[in-house]
């Protein structure tokens, strides 16, 4: 939480996802603390990593959670779940967000710009930023994933 107790939500993308992340900023600023991390200027191709990489420790160091967004949403995923205490999901629909939060605690929703449409997205995020993982059969599994963390490679 910020100071003016508004939920705190980083967002970042390459170039293929600049569209939806402008969308979700201008949808979503008023409600929560958003905290957009770019790309800002178009210069051709961007790399993901980097954009990705950024995010998954201003989420980690500030308790926070997190957006990325690339064509597929694929790469994001990948780059996401390489880091310990990243949670990431790759969603495409309000239910499976909905359910990233509630059965994994996802901390970073992932998304692609080419594959859910930019309308879709409100849905989506108010899922992502209003359900808690409380149920204690969820809870149990994420202590367990806890334990994997080392196992990254």
């Known amino acids: ?7 705190r939500i980083y967002i970042a993308s390459d170039h293929n996802g600049n569209a939806m992340r402008a969308h979700i900023v201008r949808m979503w600023k008023d409600v929560y603390d958003v905290i957009d991390l770019g790309p800002f200027e178009y210069h051709g191709k961007v ?20 957006i990325l967004i690339c064509g597929t949403g694929t790469g994001m995923s990948i780059v996401a779940n390489r880091f310990e205490g990243i949670r990431a999901a790759l969603v495409t629909d309000m239910a499976t967000s909905y359910l990233a939060r509630e059965h994994n605690d996802a901390n970073v929703l ?22 808690e993982c409380t149920e204690q059969r969820h809870l149990d599994r994420l202590d367990m994933l806890k334990k994997l963390g080392g196992l990254r490679v």
């Open 110 to 131: 992932v998304l692609g710009q080419w594959r859910t449409p930019i309308g879709d997205t409100d849905d989506i995020v108010e899922a992502f930023m209003e359900t």
């Open 47 to 66: 790399n993901y990593i980097e954009y990705a990489l950024g995010l998954c420790e201003l989420v980690k160091m500030n308790d926070a959670r997190g």
């Open 1 to 7: 939480m910020t100071t003016d107790n508004k939920k």
